[in-house]
């Protein structure tokens, strides 16, 4: 399948797995920001995991040279095939002519295009994740986002398209991106540092997403944090850690974030809530809650259960 790109939005990029443990070697994790919604993605049209798709702010829009299997999906994905709405988070066979547009109703945030098949795009360090300031990954591994006349070659992958089944997840199990629900935090060694109140304050108050966002970081701001910790050492830094630079004004890490960091960290999002604020847009408010690292890991697991269960469950 070749798909020709008439539209490249805000921001498109190609995006994976990520490139995990490279960090060592000054590489960012990178991957997709919503790893839920980019899982579903791939699953409604037979990919194995781990085959990219494209993450995109703003509108998409293609063109198909040859027939094919897609789906949409993300916060507020609205995907349209030859102007016709067609409902996101279900798979569509495409056929070459049709013209494909997807955006989200919410500006900001993030939708996912899964096409099935093998994407001849290349690999740098096992990913072809974008990451545009490592000037790495993406169609011409340089880390530029896609572009108006960029054209995407996907083949055919004989394991799953003898014969092409819709798969549809109902309305009920798509993702949650309700923010008036506080996202769970795991304290860690470093909360020791900030004194009892400013840990209260921390968790009672409410911290509004800042237009200062990006794939590295989201800036919030709100009632200011201090800690009681100088000066510290660089070092490697966590996926959603919260950081507390001098200003108080928390910062979350998100997938491109820099392998060091060298503020004090008063805990880290868990990876269930981190995909609700990486769709989270500027004016939006968030709010925080302890969970214990055991409680942590156990939603964790029954969120993977949850996802084989359904993906079972779906012809």
């Excluded at 340089?142 to 960029?150: A, E, T």
């Excluded at 629900?181 to 304290?187: H, Y």
Aim: with cysteine.
């Amino acid at each position: 399948m070749h798909l020709k790109i008439t539209q490249n939005g805000m921001q498109s990029l190609l995006v994976d797995e990520g490139r995990k443990g490279h960090q060592h070697q000054g590489y960012c994790q990178s991957g997709a920001m919503d790893e839920e919604a980019y899982w579903w993605a791939n699953f409604l049209v037979s990919n194995p995991h781990g085959t990219p798709c494209i993450e995109i702010v703003g509108e998409l829009a293609l063109i198909c040279a040859l027939h094919g299997t897609i789906a949409a999906t993300g916060r507020d994905a609205v995907l349209y095939i030859n102007q016709q709405q067609k409902s996101p988070y279900t798979s569509y066979r495409v056929k070459e002519g049709d013209e494909i547009s997807l955006r989200s109703e919410t500006l900001g945030s993030r939708t996912y295009l899964a096409v099935a098949g093998l994407w001849q795009v290349p690999r740098h360090l096992g990913s072809a994740c974008t990451v545009t300031r490592e000037h790495i990954g993406g169609l011409h591994n340089n880390g530029k986002p896609l572009q108006i006349g960029d054209g995407l070659e996907i083949t055919v992958n004989n394991d799953t398209s003898r014969v092409f089944r819709s798969r549809s997840l109902p309305e009920k199990y798509w993702p949650s991106y309700d923010l008036t629900e506080p996202l769970r935090v795991v304290e860690g060694y470093q909360s020791d540092s900030f004194s009892g109140v400013a840990k209260q304050v921390f968790f009672t108050s409410d911290y509004k997403v800042t237009s200062d966002i990006s794939r590295m970081g989201y800036r919030l701001s709100g009632t200011p944090v201090q800690s009681t910790q100088d000066s510290m050492y660089s070092e490697g830094i966590h996926l959603g850690a919260i950081q507390i630079p001098k200003d108080g004004q928390p910062i979350v890490m998100m997938k491109d974030r820099q392998t060091l960091g060298g503020y004090p960290k008063i805990g880290s999002v868990t990876p269930n809530d981190l995909t609700k604020l990486a769709q989270a847009v500027p004016g939006e408010c968030v709010s925080f809650v302890r969970e214990h690292s055991d409680n942590a890991r156990a939603r964790f697991l029954l969120q993977w259960q949850k996802r084989l269960r359904l993906s079972g469950d779906i012809q």
